[in-house]
């Protein structure tokens, strides 16, 4: 309903030769109206859901600055879980060894822990779930020994030092926030030319029958 009276506006005519006539919406009109409309409440509600999910997590994330970090110790704490699925309402538990490392930033002594990003805040990498605990195994010892071959490695660490922990790579950027944004701004800016279009088009009928009746 809330739609619909907004789509009823659009019904609205001008006043041709000091009367009131309706110009009625050929149904092609009708429904490109509807779809334009229809597309602006989409990406409305888009940009609401992204906006307290992925946008807040972007204003939130403090490690802003990018540094290089040296490698100082890389041991493996412990066995950690997950699950995995195997099949249809099936998970089952596996098993894979945590690998903590701690670094120095930039040479200035502070020592932080490494994650792989803002997710894996215990372990340096979570690797893919899987049945085989061995391949997951494997996984982190690849990753054990190339930090230590390669000792320094560039990171992103909170310059506020409020957060202990210094990252490899971040999920919530600039980058994100843009690429968020991108695809509920394209519906909002094609709807809204739609409805644009639209009446363009009817602007143009009525004036080619305003001409059409000076001539006559």
């Known amino acids: 309903k809330f739609l619909w009276s907004i789509y009823q506006k659009f019904r609205e005519v001008d006043i041709l030769d000091k009367k009131k006539t309706v110009t009625a919406l050929k149904p092609g009109e009708d429904r490109a109206i509807l779809l334009g409309l229809g597309m602006i409440l989409c990406s409305m509600m888009m940009y609401f859901v992204l906006g307290i999910t992925v ?18 110790n890389s041991t493996v704490t412990g066995d950690m879980n997950c699950s995995y699925s195997c ?28 994650s792989h990003n803002e997710e894996t805040q215990d372990c340096v990498y979570i690797p893919r779930c899987q049945k085989d605990s061995a391949a997951m195994r494997a996984v982190i010892v690849n990753i ?57 088009t009817q602007y143009l009928s009525r004036l080619c029958e305003e001409i059409g009746k000076i001539k006559r």
């Open 144 to 200: 054990s020994q190339h930090l230590k071959t390669n000792q320094h490695v560039s990171c992103f660490y909170d310059p506020s030092e409020q957060q202990d922990t210094v990252l490899l790579t971040r999920l919530y950027d600039h980058s994100a926030a843009f690429h968020t944004l991108l695809w509920p701004s394209c519906t909002l800016t094609i709807g809204a030319l739609i409805i644009v279009m639209v009446n363009l």
């Open 87 to 114: 099949g249809s309402n099936c998970w089952r538990v596996s098993r894979f060894p945590c690998l903590q490392v701690y670094v120095s930033v930039n040479n200035t002594g502070r020592i932080g822990r490494l």
């Open 55 to 72: 946008l807040r997590s972007c204003a939130d994330s403090v490690w802003t600055e990018e540094g290089t970090c040296a490698v100082i």
